[in-house]
T-cell receptor
Framework: GQNIDQPTEMTATEGAIVQINCTYQ??????LFWYQQHAGEAPTFLSYNVLDGLEEKGRFSSFLSRSKGYSYLLLKELQMKDSASYLC??????????????FGAGTRLAVHP | DSGVTQTPKHLITATGQRVTLRCSPR?????VYWYQQSLDQGLQFLIQYYNGEERAKGNILERFSAQQFPDLHSELNLSSLELGDSALYFC?????????????FGPGTRLTVL
């Protein structure tokens, strides 16, 4: 089966650093994505990892360990506008050489002043 | 603005009815994906089309069907609607099928079944 786990909710303070974890157990792995989604809006792409290690992109960084089935998203210098849901998604292969994304349920982050 | 458009933005209908949701991908994108997002279930992959052909299927009910037309726009048809079909339906598009192809999501269609 396919299983992606993330904490349901997190809170943090403006200006601080927060780490959102994601663990996965999937049949096949072709990369891991992080998306940000504000309530009622479309998900927007944040980061992509396919090899082990850290990818840094401004205030956001994402880490992947394929052997542990583990990723995290690190948000630095938190701003109020970072209050949103953060979705971890794993790309797995399907028949015919194609891929599909499996999303976790998302982590709702609330940033407080 | 991702460049992906979806219509309508909101749809309210009754149980047993049939509706059609429409999606236009970003210019140049050949792949279209449909997702359902319910309050209690997160984002669920339904189906993918690439250049007019179905390529991957997720947890799509038999009452639902989709197609991608020669101009690459796609439609998702939902029939015999039930209360539980109330959800946000997102369409996403990407350039191709493999490698680092991030998906760009449209604004969604909010379906309410009464």
């Amino acid at each position: 089966g396919q299983n992606i786990d993330q904490p349901t909710e997190m809170t943090a303070t403006e200006g601080a650093i927060v780490q959102i974890n994601c663990t996965y157990q999937t049949s096949g792995f072709n990369g891991l994505f992080w998306y940000q989604q504000h309530a009622g809006e479309a998900p927007t792409f944040l980061s992509y990892n396919v090899l082990d290690g850290l990818e840094e992109k401004g205030r956001f960084s994402s880490f992947l360990s394929r052997s542990k089935g583990y990723s995290y998203l690190l948000l630095k210098e938190l701003q109020m506008k970072d209050s949103a849901s953060y979705l971890c998604a794993v790309r797995v292969g399907v028949s015919g050489g194609y891929n599909k994304l499996i999303f976790g349920a998302g982590t709702r982050l609330a940033v407080h002043p | 603005d991702s460049g992906v458009t979806q219509t309508p933005k909101h749809l309210i209908t009754a149980t047993g009815q049939r509706v059609t949701l429409r999606c236009s991908p970003r210019s140049g994108d050949l792949s279209v994906y449909w997702y359902q997002q319910s309050l209690d279930q997160g984002l669920q992959f339904l189906i993918q089309y690439y250049n007019g052909e179905e390529r991957a299927k997720g947890n799509i009910l038999e009452r639902f069907s989709a197609q991608q037309f020669p101009d690459l726009h796609s439609e998702l048809n939902l029939s015999s609607l039930e209360l539980g079909d109330s959800a946000l339906y997102f369409c996403a598009s990407s350039v191709g099928m493999d490698r680092h192809n991030e998906q760009f999501f449209g604004p969604g269609t909010r379906l309410t079944v009464l």
